[in-house]
């Protein structure tokens, strides 16, 4: 398993940056990794989305559907890559520090 280096802290990552330790998660690990891709200031609408996220996931061990995400943010499908670079999974998932998810969002 490969580590990255996040703010001085190491963690345990997939093939495709996903942390397989979703409990080490902090905002300042969603903030490095948004700026990996280019976002260098997260809004209430990206909090709002991984908290969701990370609620869903506590809750029920998956990441939820993209229809049931939108649905229950409010944040149109647009709207969230346009917030999420790479989209429901591949940004907000890792960002809210989620395994990569399989066949959900």
């Known amino acids: 398993m490969a580590t ?6 190491m963690f345990e990552v997939d093939e495709d940056g996903f942390l397989q330790e979703p409990e080490k ?8 990794l948004a700026g990996q891709e280019g976002v260098t200031e997260l809004t ?4 709002k989305v991984m908290n969701y996220l990370r609620n869903y996931f ?11 995400l939108t649905k229950e943010t ?3 499908l647009k709207q969230m890559y346009e917030l999420f670079p790479q989209g429901p999974a591949n940004s907000a998932c890792k960002w809210a520090g989620l395994p990569k998810p399989t066949g959900c969002v």
């Open 4 to 9: 990255i280096d996040l703010n001085g802290v």
């Open 25 to 32: 998660w902090t905002e300042d690990v969603a903030k490095a």
């Open 44 to 47: 209430d609408e990206h909090w």
């Open 58 to 68: 506590q809750e029920n061990g998956i990441a939820p559907m993209v229809r049931k």
């Open 74 to 76: 409010g944040v149109q």
